[in-house]
T-cell receptor, first 113, second 117 residues
Framework: GNSVTQMEGPVTLSEEAFLTINCTYTATGYPSLFWYVQYPGEGLQLLLKATKADDKGSNKGFEATYRKETTSFHLEKGSVQVSDSAVYFCALSGRSGTYKYIFGTGTRLKVLA | GAVVSQHPSWVICKSGTSVKIECRSLDFQATTMFWYRQFPKQSLMLMATSNEGSKATYEQGVEKDKFLINHASLTLSTLTVTSAHPEDSSFYIC?????????????FGSGTQLSVL
């Protein structure tokens, strides 16, 4: 079945550091890929998405490229801020069957001033 | 943008009582809603898929009689935790897909923190 593997956290960075959170997936067909963010005390929000191979999703300085050859969707940001401290979830949705969303285990990011 | 409203945001109950959580789509008709459970510092575990007008589809290991799901209208799904026990204490999150944007976006409620004493 479909699955998402995400790097374990927590990740602690200084402000303005470069961020990479790895995400790989296993899926049949051609899934859509997502990054969701959960700020403390809040629900999940969509951060960015990509619906086909080689697509690059971007938002708020974050980027991720849909790599079919490596089945990856790594999240990157060139310069993190304290306000980026949150839990980041990689997810996929299938294009056939039940269209369920499968989430990774989440990576907690803490950015220090 | 689309909004999903979840209520209550937190609830404390005694062991053995039942608790109902509501999930509403405010500006779109959600034919499908999903219920997740999130343990501290862990990912979301899909509990069930709720389809308007039909029975919910439960994931393996989720007790149907324990977690009753009703999706009676296109804008409302409810999750009832029956005869709650302390091990049911968790963060429950609902989500919905906009049928006009299927596959592209999942809208989440703000979650319900359930504490069973």
């Amino acid at each position: 079945g479909n699955s998402v593997t995400q790097m374990e956290g927590p990740v602690t960075l200084s402000e303005e550091a470069f961020l990479t959170i790895n995400c790989t997936y296993t899926a049949t067909g051609y899934p859509s890929l997502f990054w969701y963010v959960q700020y403390p005390g809040e629900g999940l929000q969509l951060l960015l998405k990509a619906t086909k191979a080689d697509d690059k999703g971007s938002n708020k300085g974050f980027e991720a490229t849909y790599r079919k050859e490596t089945t990856s969707f790594h999240l990157e940001k060139g310069s993190v801020q304290v306000s980026d401290s949150a839990v980041y979830f990689c997810a996929l949705s299938g294009r056939s069957g039940t269209y369920k969303y499968i989430f990774g285990t989440g990576t907690r990011l803490k950015v220090l001033a | 943008g689309a909004v999903v409203s979840q209520h209550p945001s937190w609830v404390i109950c005694k062991s053995g009582t039942s608790v109902k959580i509501e999930c509403r789509s405010l500006d779109f008709q959600a034919t499908t809603m999903f219920w997740y459970r999130q343990f501290p510092k862990q990912s979301l575990m899909l509990m069930a898929t709720s389809n308007e007008g039909s029975k919910a589809t439960y994931e393996q290991g989720v007790e149907k009689d324990k977690f009753l799901i009703n999706h009676a209208s296109l804008t409302l799904s409810t999750l009832t935790v029956t005869s709650a026990h302390p091990e049911d204490s968790s963060f429950y999150i609902c989500s919905a897909t906009d049928p006009d944007r299927m596959f592209e976006k999942l809208f989440f409620g703000s979650g319900t923190q359930l504490s069973v004493l």
